[in-house]
């Protein structure tokens, strides 16, 4: 294939995939399918991927089958799912992308993709922007994040690529279980070990997409830096575009290419989204809305418009290079500042701080002179932050980095001891440590955390005097655990090192989720296998499993299974059942605090019936001398026989299969004959619903 020579013009958080994405965040054994739905009024849109760049190239060669199952109907369970195969998607043919790829970048990307012998990505002007963000030497990594990325752009690529479909024979009053597996059709499916993907979905009449959250802009020297919430809209929008407006009403696209995330790592999940684009000049209005975009390639609506315009900065900030704490504890300061930036700002002021807290600064001194570059103050705390602020003439201000003073006294408290705690039946936590004993002692910080390892916070606001504290937290969230420790401040901020972490189990309040049947199976022996999913709450030690005889005498509900394994999926064969019997099954879910989950969907299921019944009569035999042939015939008395099996036996000879009817064939002839043998004849019926029939035998001389 001629190869493509892909020129990307990626702006600032730019994103690879959705679907490489979730791959670092689930860590699964085995590479899988991931499947995303978007749902519209009269159709549902799938899209699938596998999550690992190898196995996903490998597959793409394979090709995937859709299936469909309807779960639900008019609010009601299916006993028996109905299953549909939507088809089987594999990449259009090279040729049919040759064309389509000279006017599409996206179709170009997947192509080459796909096709390429060699994948290579030219970097446009911009590259310095771009620095480090690809490794040329792996390629196959290029391959997997470029597709998968031109696919979340352009639906109809992704389809043409074999990873999405639309289904538009659904119906409002269904609810569908969608499966991805790789086409069990290919030699080569069984070989590649790749979980199948699964999704449910039902149709939804008045469904509207959100608008982008906290949309702002800085406007800023000849630019304005745009920038939104991204991270609650995650999984509905994989992009953003961007429009201007120079009068608020005639809106363009920037550059008409998307704006997507790149920053999320494994460890760090970006909050927001940034992006920044120049003014031609400052003082003049311009406007800015975006909009979002799905992997379906459907827009949601517009954000509110953003407007402003820019205006001259301060190139420079006053710079604190020394300070002096004089004998009387008060504090010299002295800064900084280029001459020739004077006449850019009207004044300094000095602004103080006790904590260096955002927000916690207040101006002590104003409207110092602009050739002044040292300034003399008392030391208002027993800990004190200082910085100078500059004041441009349209308003601007530029901080200094602060600087941290202290009058002597550097020593922290001890670090408290016998921390201890315990959490009551209505949420409230009660703490208590040993008292510390220092004389200089301002009181204690409590620190919390909802999850074991991440960084805690603190909760007190001010210090506390007391050697207790407490609590409240909510029982009825996803958390089992809270964490605490304590430090130890005295009057000039010093403070010690924190005590040992307190783990606190909560009160378990919350009832876990039932189990849910997933299929089942009439054994041939008379069993009955059932399978079904594990309850999803994370405290679970038990699943049972429940049985009841509708039509026998004792219709009490019995416990028939129980294990304390926990897995994905769980199955179990209940041979304990009577022949032609409906039975009724039920599951449940038992936490670690010995709460009871809520019945499953009950399953009700007839047993296979066992004994032989009799779907043949009034066997009979002749001899046609002038043919020289026997015949027999009889009647069914069945209307579900599928098929007829005879087996012919001469004299002591051992039964052989001699021939096979239709289910309507009620007479046969044998020619096959010679005077003086005796002939047994052996007619078997096969009944459709797999239920055993009796074998009618007859014996006759020639």
Do not use: C
């Not at 446009?124 to 390629?139: T, V």
């Not at 820019?310 to 001459?339: A, C, M, R, Y």
């Not at 980095?401 to 315990?422: R, S, V, W």
């Amino acid at each position: 294939m001629t190869r493509f020579y892909l020129l990307i013009f990626v702006f600032l958080f730019s994103s690879f995939s959705s679907f490489a994405q979730q791959s670092k965040e689930e860590k699964l054994p085995h590479p899988r399918i991931q499947v995303k739905v978007g749902v519209k009024p009269t159709e549902i849109s799938l899209r699938w991927a596998v999550d690992e760049p190898l196995a996903w190239q490998k597959a793409n060669k394979i090709g995937f089958e859709l299936k469909r199952y309807t779960l639900m109907r008019d609010g009601k369970l299916l006993s028996i799912p109905e299953e549909k195969v939507l088809g089987i998607f594999l990449p259009a043919p090279e040729k049919e992308w040759m064309n389509l790829a000279e006017k599409n970048d996206n179709a170009a990307i997947v192509a080459q993709s796909l096709f390429g012998e060699s994948f290579e990505v030219e970097m446009g002007q911009n590259q310095d922007k771009l620095q480090g963000i690809i490794n040329k030497s792996q390629e196959v990594e290029q391959r997997f994040a470029y597709a998968l990325m031109s696919a979340d752009l352009d639906f109809e690529i992704a389809k043409m690529a074999g990873w999405g479909f639309t289904d538009k024979e659904v119906k409002l009053n269904e609810r569908y279980l969608y499966t991805v597996i790789l086409n069990p059709k290919s030699e080569d499916s069984s070989a590649l070990l790749i979980e199948k993907g699964t999704a449910v979905a039902n149709i939804t009449p008045n469904y509207e997409l959100p608008k982008p959250l906290d949309f702002i802009g800085i406007f800023r020297n000849e630019n304005v830096i745009l920038s939104w919430e991204y991270l609650q809209l995650r999984d509905i929008y994989s992009s953003y575009f961007i429009e201007k407006s120079e009068n608020g009403k005639d809106f363009s696209l920037l550059n008409n290419l998307p704006v997507m995330n790149m920053n999320d790592t494994d460890t760090k999940q970006t909050q927001g989204m940034i992006y920044v684009d120049s003014l031609a000049q400052n003082g003049k209005l311009a406007h800015y809305r975006i909009r979002g975009k799905t992997i379906f390639g459907d827009f949601g609506p517009y954000s509110d418009i953003v407007s402003g315009s820019g205006k001259t900065d301060l190139q420079v900030s006053p710079i604190i290079d020394k300070f002096n704490i004089l004998e009387n504890e008060d504090v010299s300061i002295h800064w900084e500042f280029p001459k020739e930036s004077e006449k850019d700002i009207t004044s300094f002021e000095l602004l103080h701080s006790e904590t260096d807290n955002t927000n916690s600064y207040k101006v002590i001194k104003n409207n110092i002179g602009v050739t002044e570059r040292q300034i003399v103050s008392k030391s208002i705390a027993p800990s004190n932050y200082f910085k100078i602020q500059a004041i441009t003439k349209n308003g601007d201000k530029r901080e200094s980095f602060a600087i941290f003073t202290q009058p002597n006294d550097t020593t922290p408290p001890e670090t408290p001891l016998q921390f201890k705690g315990k959490i009551d039946s209505t949420g409230v936590v009660h703490l208590e440590w040993k008292a510390n004993t220092e004389k200089d002692l301002e009181g204690y910080h409590i620190f919390r955390g909802i999850q074991k390892g991440e960084e805690m916070v603190r909760i007190t606001p001010q210090a506390i005097t007391e050697n207790s504290y407490k609590d409240n937290v909510v029982l009825e969230n996803l958390n089992s655990k809270v964490y605490y420790y304590i430090t130890a401040t005295d009057n000039r901020k010093n403070q010690s090192a924190p005590s040992e972490i307190l783990e606190l189990e909560k009160p378990d309040k919350v009832r876990p989720q039932a189990p849910v049947f997933t299929e089942y199976k009439l054994e041939s022996d008379g069993g009955i296998t059932l399978h079904w999913y594990k309850s999803y709450s994370d405290d679970v030690a038990v699943h049972q499993l429940f049985r009841q005889a509708k039509e026998g005498n004792d219709k009490s509900w019995k416990k028939i299974y129980e294990t304390k394994d926990i897995k994905p999926q769980y199955s179990f064969t209940d041979k304990d059942v009577e022949a032609d019997i409906l039975y009724n099954y039920y599951l449940l879910a038992i936490d670690k605090s010995e709460l009871i989950s809520d019945k499953s969907l009950e399953l009700s299921l007839r047993s296979v019936r066992l004994e032989p019944i009799s779907a043949l009569s009034g066997l009979s035999s002749s001899i046609n001398r002038d043919k020289k042939q026997i015949e027999l015939i009889w009647k069914t008395t069945q209307k579900n026989i599928s098929e007829i099996l005879v087996y012919r036996q001469k004299g002591t000879e051992k039964p052989t299969l001699w021939g096979t009817l239709s289910g309507t064939q009620n007479f046969i002839e044998d020619p096959n004959i010679q005077v003086g043998n005796t002939y047994t004849y052996l007619i078997k019926p096969m009944l459709q619903n797999n239920q055993v029939a009796k074998t009618e035998k007859i014996t006759v001389d020639y």
